[in-house]
Nanobody, 117 residues
């Protein structure tokens, strides 16, 4: 049974930074494509960043050059480092995992990020 647990969200001022973590329990992280999504109130869920089993990364245009996704397979953890945060980055950030071969998918419960002065 795969379980994804996010942490690291909180309240930050514009221009500040946060590091989100997603621990994948019950999985071999190196076999999963991992993604971070976010959803702001009244808006559709948005793909923020992804990292493949091969290590290739992709970012939404709105976060490119500000956010960095990485993985530590030994710790079964995926990170999202967020710099130069803006008001528009306020959302619930959720971790998503998809087994690269079997196609199993799982979601975390999300962590709130609020950018406010």
């Amino acid at each position: 049974q795969v379980s994804l647990v996010e942490s690291g969200g909180g309240l930050v001022q514009p221009g500040g930074s946060l590091r989100l973590s997603c621990v994948c329990s019950g999985c071999t992280l190196s076999l999963y494509d991992m993604k971070w999504y976010r959803q702001a109130p009244g808006k559709e869920r948005e793909l923020v960043a992804s990292i493949s089993v091969g290590g290739a990364t992709n970012y939404a245009d709105s976060v490119k050059d500000r956010f960095t996704i990485s993985r530590d397979s030994d710790k079964s953890t995926v990170y999202l480092v967020m710099n130069s945060l803006k008001f528009d980055d306020t959302a619930v950030y959720s971790c998503f995992a998809r087994h690269w071969y079997e196609g199993y998918e799982d979601w975390g419960q999300g962590t709130q990020v609020t950018v406010s002065s």
